[in-house]
């Protein structure tokens, strides 16, 4: 019974698709259908846990340790529903389950071809999440843009599910760009209809247009995208510029998707409840405060490299009244000149974020430690924790060029070190320790307060863990190690009492938050960050002065 809705883009890449989809998919939940999300990625990658978030975007890691499209981050946080790293097909996967087949003898006799075969496991791998999870709708988003050479196969797969499934089961919707020409402030919609026109040549006719647009399109433009689009006025939609991306869903809905969707699939037509995302908005909208945190890294242009940390800051920042502005501060700028340092000071919190490898480390150990020595709210996550803890090596346990082996393999003092089972892998992809792990969190500790509960279970991403040898050390000079995976091998949380808020994890709680439920480590950092902000500290100094 289950229904199915393809998104294509067009134009360009980065339309905001993948919103739309999630957006799709909200409008649906919210009148009671069951849905879930499958994201395919046609380059040859068998999944993105190899590429750099500068080439790629964020790596974004699932319960069963997936590591995935950023798009699917969308997905778990507008639906908050939990997806598996099958959900995330790539051309990679694909060929590698049709040649291995092919080496068993499974095709024996027969030629191996991109149709059918190729077709018919991309086919396989879509029905097979419908099945698993009895729903009402699965929904597709094609990566790229129409006309790549990549996605071909994939379109031609979708277009086949509609001959198998039939028209009231399949439908396809269109995303594309409406660029507004500068000189004469008109929306041009020719770009959209030589994509659709794309779109046709390999098969698919569109249900449904959406047009990303900078602001809502005009009665003109949208009879024309109509007309060239060969689909009623009543099929074209508008996904424009808002404050924050959690209105789109609204906007759309307001536009009449939702009850289109609903009446061409055949839904059964129920009214919407958006009572609670209607608060969820408000919260993100109303927000009054202002906490300002620095981001200390390698610095990236690409807005997405760490999506999944500015959302769980939105998310955090709005359940405590406030927005958030994030500002990336370059660490190898500390390195070249310490005094650079001072600039965190007008910031309210301090985050050194997950990373790999040694360029720009030594700015972010003295981030981490300026943060400790000025009282400044500070969260470490992930490589950031590992960072704060060589930093507290060397500053306070007097362990000179302490190091994680990582950055530097002859180190003295080997604070962070590979995990054993981390020990001559032949294969890079898919060999992290990945994805949710149980942590058993020390009562009466920071983490304790945060969590509420002595049992979490977190999703991770790493290699390398704090070196056993040196727990005690750390402990003795008054580092408390506040969580611990559950065989207890290895530090999940660290802390630094007598201080605003100090807190370090090994995990990416990140991956976690959604809009409306902060996650705990986000919001206690967002809620210190704010109650310390420059002009309480400057107070405090000048209490102590006295
Ligand atoms: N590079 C570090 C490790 O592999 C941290 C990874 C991360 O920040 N995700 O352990």
Redesign the pocket.
């Known amino acids: 019974m289950t229904k199915f809705i393809f998104v294509t883009g067009g134009v360009l890449s980065s339309v905001g698709k993948g919103i739309v989809m999630a957006s799709i998919g909200k409008m649906l939940q919210v009148r009671g259908f069951r849905v879930t999300a499958i994201k395919i990625d046609p380059y040859l990658n068998v999944d993105c846990g190899t590429m750099n978030p500068y080439q790629h975007g964020e790596i974004f890691v699932t319960e069963d340790g997936g590591e995935i499209d950023l798009d699917m981050g969308h997905y778990e946080r507008f639906l908050d529903i939990n997806l598996t790293k099958d959900q995330n097909i790539t051309t990679g996967q694909i060929y590698w389950t049709v040649i291995d087949k092919e080496r068993r003898g499974e095709y024996l006799g027969k030629c191996v071809q991109i149709v059918p075969h190729i077709t018919d496991e991309i086919k396989r791998r879509i029905y097979a999440v419908a099945e698993r999870n009895s729903l009402d709708v699965v929904l597709t988003e094609i990566g790229g843009t129409v006309g790549d050479i990549e996605g071909l196969p994939y379109l031609e797969a979708v277009r086949q599910i509609r001959v198998e499934k039939g028209y009231e089961k399949t439908l396809y919707v269109h995303v594309a760009l409406v660029p507004i020409l500068h000189v004469t402030g008109e929306e041009k919609t020719k770009p959209l209809q030589h994509s659709v026109n794309e779109l046709r040549r390999i098969g698919i006719q569109p249900d449904i247009i959406v047009a990303r647009c900078q602001r809502m399109i005009g009665s003109e433009a949208k009879a024309k995208i109509a007309l060239f689009g060969t689909i009623p006025e009543s099929a074209v939609f508008c996904s424009y510029d808002v404050e924050t991306i959690y209105q789109v869903p609204l906007i759309l809905d307001y536009q009449g998707m939702g009850e289109y969707i609903c009446q061409r699939l055949g839904l059964e037509r129920r009214k919407p409840d958006w009572s609670l995302w209607n608060g969820i908005v408000r919260s993100f909208l109303d927000a009054s405060k202002k906490v300002r945190i620095a981001m200390c890294g390698k610095y990236t242009n690409l807005a997405d490299s760490y999506i999944s940390i500015n959302e769980a800051l939105k998310h955090a920042a709005a359940a405590c009244g406030a927005k958030v502005q994030i500002d990336w501060i370059d660490s190898e700028g500390f390195e070249r000149d310490p005094s650079n340092l001072k600039k965190l000071e007008s910031y309210d919190g301090i985050i050194v ?5 040694a360029r720009g480390t030594e700015g972010k150990i003295l981030a981490a430690n300026y943060a400790r020595e000025r009282g400044l709210p500070f969260l470490g ?4 924790f ?1 960072m704060a803890v060589v930093a507290f090596a060397r500053y306070i346990c007097n362990l000179k060029d302490a190091n ?1 082996t ?1 950055n530097d393999p002859d180190t003295p003092h080997p604070i ?1 070190d590979l995990m054993p089972e981390q020990r001559g892998l032949e294969y890079k992809g898919g060999s ?1 320790r990945l994805g949710a792990h149980e942590i058993i969190i020390k009562p009466k500790t920071l983490a304790y307060n945060l969590y509420g509960t002595e049992k979490i279970l977190e999703r991770h ?5 704090v070196n056993p040898k040196y727990w005690q050390i750390l402990e003795a000079h008054g580092m408390v190690l506040s969580g611990f995976s559950s065989d207890g091998r290895r530090v999940e949380i660290i802390e630094i009492p007598n201080h605003p808020f100090y807190l370090g994890v090994q995990f ?1 709680p990140e991956f976690k938050s959604r809009p409306g439920k902060p996650e705990p480590a986000y919001k206690g950092f967002v809620e210190a960050a704010i109650r310390c902000n420059m002009g309480a500290r400057k107070k405090n100094e000048k209490e102590i002065i006295k």
């Open positions: 974020p997950p990373g790999f490898g996550i992930c490589f950031g590992q994680s990582e962070l992290m991403r790493h290699r390398w863990e990416h």
